[in-house]
């Protein structure tokens, strides 16, 4: 039996094609192709918690599924340091009922839930539709700001949560997950991730010494590493490379990213097989930048046989307009 992790779950459904699979099981639910029962509700008094139970079978012309998604709501959780929301789906086989696959369900309700209202922003909203308003800064909240992104060209969003620190934090979380613009890339030159200088305005440092501190020492591989070797980090590598670190907390996509921005921009021919490498990564996001960075190290024939070699077969939108601009 497949069995996936959270992590699994979000890079198995990139955004794009959970809107468009949201559009499916809703057109599938009109014409009365898809079954879903009211779910079943199972109260769990000693903890004031509920746990519910939703089965669905989908049997469209071309295809079928049948799953059941198992959700537990348990308030006492964030104290504890976890989840209110707890869920798993087990997915089986239609035509034999075998369990075929169990899903950490909490990250899938969150993608699903996110790209519902990216179809329906993809349906409905104008198509110059620049401004995006979020309410609740929760896990929700950023899969629908990421679906919204991916329907629209969005430039400017409103956050609004009752809690203002977690409002700052989905906020300064969220930000610069897409794509690079164009007009900034040439003009980040060589930085990854941080600033070159940074200034602290202090009220008392009269008696300050270097800290002794080993958590603020630099680490001995992070010294000046080279892009070859930060491009081919895979995302074990990168968590176990900057564990306890800010860095971590951007995520390798977009560290990788920015490695690759670096990269076209360095001048560099002896990093092209390094970049493309990076063309056939699981991210769109990586692969989008990989194709830039293509186009600024590659000579005008060269990049012209690898985009015909290459931008047919992609079926991801951003990375497709990356080789249509590049």
Not at 28 to 51: E, G, H, K, W
Not at 87 to 96: E, K, S
Not at 105 to 123: E, F, H, K, Q, Y
Request: hydrophobic share 45%; glycine share 6%.
């Amino acid at each position: 039996m497949l069995i996936l992790t959270a992590d699994e779950v979000r890079k198995s459904l990139p955004m794009n094609e959970a809107i468009q699979a949201m559009k499916q099981a809703y057109a599938s639910l009109s014409d009365r192709r898809a079954v879903a029962p009211l779910r079943t509700r199972l109260p769990i008094p000693n903890s004031d918690a509920l746990s519910l139970f939703m089965p669905a079978y989908v049997h469209a012309a071309d295809n079928q599924a049948l799953a059941v998604k198992a959700v537990s709501l348990f308030p006492t959780n964030p104290a504890r340091g976890l989840a209110y929301i707890q869920a798993a789906v087990l997915v089986f086989d239609p035509q034999t009922g075998r369990a075929a696959a169990l899903l950490e369900g909490s990250s899938l309700t969150a993608i699903r839930t996110g790209a519902a209202g990216g179809a329906a922003v993809d349906l409905l909203s104008r198509a110059d539709s620049r401004i995006a308003a979020i309410f609740g800064a929760g896990a929700q909240g950023r899969t629908q700001l990421e679906a919204a992104c991916t329907a629209r060209k969005i430039e400017t969003v409103y956050i609004f949560d009752p809690d203002m620190h977690k409002a700052g934090a989905f906020a300064e979380e969220m930000k610069g997950k897409g794509p690079i613009p164009r007009e900034f890339r040439k003009a980040i030159g060589n930085r990854i991730y941080g600033c070159d200088d940074c200034l602290a305005a202090c009220p008392w440092n009269k008696f300050a010494s270097e800290s002794r501190e080993q958590k603020l020492a630099a680490r001995e591989e992070n010294r000046a590493p080279s892009l070859s070797e930060l491009a081919g980090l895979d995302d074990a590598a990168f968590r176990a490379r900057f564990s306890k670190s800010p860095i971590k907390r951007s995520g390798r996509e977009r560290f990788i990213r920015n490695v690759l921005i670096a990269m076209g921009n360095s001048g560099s021919p002896s990093l092209v097989p390094d970049v493309l490498a990076r063309l056939n990564d699981e991210s769109s996001l990586v692969r989008g930048a990989a194709v830039w960075a293509a186009s600024q190290l590659m000579n005008k024939d060269e990049f012209a046989a690898l985009k015909k070699e290459k931008s047919s077969s992609e079926t991801d939108e951003t990375v497709s307009a990356e080789w249509d601009a590049a």
